[in-house]
C-alpha cells in the first residue's frame, strides 16, 4: 500500500499542491516542471473564476470543438493562441535582441519554404492586381555595416488579402512571394502591390469567441521577412503600415512600434519616369539590423 | 482610426494587460471577467515557463490530439480535467457543506438517470460476480434527525472493474445500480458486490501524459451516491475502501478522508445464517448527512 502524499487528500485549499506532488516520478524534469507551473495556474484561475458546473463544462465543448476544426489545413488551437497573445509572448521570449537589433513577430501560417529566388528588383505581384509598391532599403549589423550575401524570403496577401496558397488555382503559384540575396553593399529592393487588411480564419470557435468579446477578426496590413545571414540571428519579422485602420487593434498582437514603415505615396513624374512604371506608385524603405549569432 | 490602447503596443511586458484590454466591448460582462483571468493565469504561466517554439507546438499538437479523441462517448478533456484535478476543485467550489454535512465528489462519467427503483434489502448486483457486500447506513438531517423519502441511487463496477454501460450485452443491463427510498427512520441498506479498482481510459493523449508523468490511472474502489430529499441539498459524491492499493493516489483526486467507509469482512457464523447468505460477506456502514437546501 502506498503513504499518503506529504499533502495528504485533495481539499479546495491544497488543491494544486496535491496534484503536483503526484508528479514526483516524472520520466522528465523539464515535464514535470512545466507540469507544474500549468498546475498551479490552473487552479489558480479556477480559484478566482469559481466556474459553475455549467460553465466548466462550456470550457470543455469550446476547447472540444476548436480541436474538432483543427486538421491539416487549419489550426485552430494556433488560432486560440494567436488571439489570446501567447504566440506573439512566445516569439518574444523566444527572440529577444540586443539594443539596435530589429525585432521579431509571429511567423504566421502562410510562409512556404520553397519560395523562388529572384534577381533583386524583381516584381513579386504576379497578378498585376492592386497598387505598385517599390519596396527598398538594407540589412545591416548593430555597428551599421552592410551585410553582403543576406538571404531575405518575403511574402504577402494579393491586392484582394489573400496568401497565394489560400487560393491556389486562382492566384498564380507564388504570387508576392521571393527570396532575394544581398550584394556588397547589404541594399534590397523588388516591386509587389501595397498591401491589405485581411481577416484571420473566423468561421470556427475561435472566431465566435471573438465575436462574443466585441472582438474583429482583422490583421493590419503588413509585410513578412525572413532575414538570414551567416554569423548572425535568423530574423522573423514584418513591417506594418502604420496608416491602417486595425494598426491598434491587430487581431493576433503582432503589432510593435519598432516595425512601423513608411507607405509613401510618390506622385512626382521624375520619380515615375525614372522607375519605369506607368503612374503613381507607393514607396517603403525600411533597413533591417540583424544581431549577432550567440 | 481607431486609437491606441492605453498600454501601447504589445511587450513582453505588458502582453497580458493589452490582451485583456481588447475586451472592453465583450457583450458579455461574465466572459469577459473570465477570459481576463485566464489571460492573466496563461501568460504568467507562459512567462514562468519560457516555452520554446517546438515546446509550444507539442502544447498545440497534445490538445488538438485531446480534442481529435473526443466525440459523442469519449470526452479526454473531460479526462485532462480530472487528471490535473480541476474537476474535483470545481466540484468543491460548488459544493461547500456546512459543517457536519456529507461531503461531494466528482460525478464521474457513469451515471445513468433512469436507473430502477428497487425494494429497500434488494441485490443490485445481477451478475452474481465478485464478494457479497451489505451496505446500509442512515440519510440525515445536520441535527442528527433521520430524513425520510430520501432517495438513494447508486452505481458501482463489477468484479471485473467496469460499470455495466461500458460492458452493454456483457453484463445485465442495470447491473449494480438503484435508486432506493428511506421510510420514516432514515435508513437504507442493499446488497451488491464487493467494488475494486480500475483504471481511466489511458490510451487516449491523457494516458500517455500520465506515463510521462510517472502516474498510473486507477481509482481505488468505491460506491457512487446521489442522495436527494425535498428542502436538502443534493449531495452527489463516493464512499471508499480505505485498504485500497490507490487510495492515496486516486487518478482523479476524487478521495476525501470523510469518505472514507470501513469494509468489514463478517466471518461470524451466526451473522450469516441471520442474513441468509451462504458464507463470508462484507459489511459497509456509512451514514451520509444532508445540508439544508440554501
Known amino acids: 500500500m502506498s503513504n499518503p502524499t506529504e499533502q495528504g487528500y485533495f481539499t479546495e485549499e491544497n488543491s494544486a499542491e496535491v496534484v503536483v506532488s503526484r508528479n514526483a516520478k516524472a520520466k522528465d524534469a523539464r515535464l514535470a516542471e512545466v507540469m507544474s507551473s500549468i498546475i498551479k495556474h490552473l487552479h489558480a484561475m479556477v480559484k478566482e473564476v469559481e466556474p459553475t458546473q455549467e460553465e466548466w463544462l462550456e470550457a470543455i465543448k469550446f476547447l472540444t470543438e476548436t480541436g474538432h476544426k483543427s486538421d491539416d489545413w487549419r489550426q485552430e488551437f494556433i488560432l486560440l493562441s494567436d488571439v489570446l497573445g501567447v504566440s506573439m509572448l512566445v516569439d518574444a521570449i523566444n527572440n529577444r535582441k540586443p539594443s539596435g537589433a530589429s525585432e521579431s513577430t509571429v511567423l504566421g501560417p502562410f510562409h512556404v519554404p520553397d519560395a523562388p529566388d529572384r534577381p533583386m528588383g524583381s516584381n513579386i505581384c504576379l497578378d498585376g492586381k492592386g497598387e505598385k509598391m517599390l519596396v527598398k532599403g538594407r540589412i545591416l549589423d548593430v ?27 486562382i492566384q498564380p503559384d507564388f504570387n508576392l512571394r521571393g527570396v532575394f540575396r544581398t550584394g556588397d553593399d547589404g541594399t534590397y529592393w523588388f516591386w509587389g502591390a501595397k498591401p491589405r487588411f485581411y481577416p484571420i480564419p473566423d468561421d470556427g470557435p475561435v472566431g465566435r469567441l471573438l465575436g462574443q468579446l466585441g472582438r474583429h477578426p482583422f490583421r493590419p496590413a503588413h509585410l513578412h521577412y525572413i532575414v538570414e545571414a551567416d554569423g548572425y540571428e535568423r530574423l522573423v519579422t514584418h513591417i506594418f503600415d502604420p496608416d491602417d485602420d486595425y494598426i491598434h487593434s491587430d487581431a493576433v498582437f503582432g503589432v510593435k ?9 510618390i506622385e512626382d513624374p521624375g520619380r515615375i519616369v525614372a522607375e519605369g512604371v506607368d ?5 517603403v524603405i525600411h533597413d533591417f539590423v540583424l544581431a549577432p549569432e550567440k
Request: charged share 30%.
Open 143 to 169: 555597428d551599421g555595416n552592410p551585410i553582403a550575401g543576406a538571404k531575405i524570403d518575403v511574402w504577402q496577401t494579393n491586392d484582394d488579402g489573400f496568401y497565394d496558397v489560400q487560393q491556389k488555382g
Open 257 to 265: 512600434e519598432s516595425l512601423m514603415a513608411k507607405f509613401e505615396k
Open 279 to 283: 503612374g503613381p506608385f507607393y514607396e
